[in-house]
C-alpha cells in the first residue's frame, strides 16, 4: 500500500472522530519510543462498516484495513524510534522500530516516550480493565487507542475509553492529557486510517 501525501476526504460513520481534531500525541521534539498492540480477537474478522457485513479475508473486515494501514504506518513508526541507532550499534538487525521493549539504566529525564499505539475494535469482553491503565498514562507512557469498526459496543468503547483520557487530564497537575482516543467508526479507507495513525505518532 502506498500512503498519499494528500489527506483524503473524511469518511465514516457518525461517531468518526473529525480529521481536523486528529493531532500528534506527542510533540515532534520528544524522543518517542514506539509500541503497537494490536487486537487480534474474533471480532477483527467482522465487516468494519457494519458488523454482519464481509468477513476476514474480505478486504471491508475490520481485520484486513487494519492491515492494509499498518503497513505505511510501521514504515513511519521505525523512522520515528529514536532508539533503533543505539539498539542496532552492535549490529543487530532485530532490535530497534517496533521490536524493541525496554530502555535499559538511563536517567529518566533522558528516557524516551513510550508511545503506545492500541488498535482495537472495543469488542473484547475484558476492555474496561484496560480504562484504569489509560487513567494513569504520563508525559513518559502515552497512549493513542484508535478503535475500528462500528456498532453499539464500538460506541461505548469509544465512550467508555475517552472517559478515561478525561480522567488522565484530570490527574495530571500541569492539566496535560497523556492519552487520545480516535474512532474510526465505519471506515473503510486503510489509506486515510493510516494517514491519520501516522498524524497521531508522528
Not at 493531532?23 to 519510543?33: D, G, I, Q, T, Y
Amino acid at each position: 500500500m502506498s500512503v498519499v501525501n494528500e489527506a483524503s476526504a473524511e469518511t465514516g460513520g457518525p461517531n468518526r472522530t473529525p480529521r481536523s481534531e486528529i493531532r500528534p500525541a506527542v510533540s515532534a521534539n520528544r524522543k518517542k519510543e514506539p509500541v503497537l498492540l494490536l487486537d487480534l480477537s474474533t471480532s477483527m474478522n467482522w465487516g468494519a462498516a457494519d458488523e454482519y457485513g464481509p468477513e476476514w479475508p474480505d478486504a471491508g473486515s475490520r481485520r484486513a484495513i487494519v492491515i492494509e494501514a499498518l503497513h505505511g504506518l510501521v514504515r513511519v513508526l521505525e523512522r520515528e524510534d529514536s532508539e533503533a541507532a543505539a539498539e542496532q550499534a552492535d549490529g543487530s538487525d532485530e532490535l530497534g522500530g517496533l521490536m524493541t521493549h525496554g530502555f535499559g539504566n538511563r536517567d529518566p529525564d533522558e528516557q524516551p516516550v513510550m508511545l503506545t499505539l492500541v488498535v482495537t475494535d472495543g469488542e473484547a469482553d475484558d476492555w474496561r480493565e484496560f480504562e484504569p491503565v489509560l487513567e494513569k498514562a504520563t508525559a513518559k507512557r502515552v497512549f493513542v487507542v484508535a478503535i475500528v469498526g462500528s456498532g453499539r459496543k464500538h460506541d461505548a468503547t469509544v465512550v467508555a475509553y475517552r472517559a478515561a483520557a478525561r480522567k488522565n487530564l484530570a490527574r495530571d497537575k500541569f492539566g496535560k492529557g497523556h492519552v487520545a482516543v480516535v474512532s474510526f467508526d465505519a471506515v473503510t479507507d486503510p489509506g486515510e486510517i493510516a494517514l491519520d495513525l501516522i498524524t497521531l505518532v508522528s
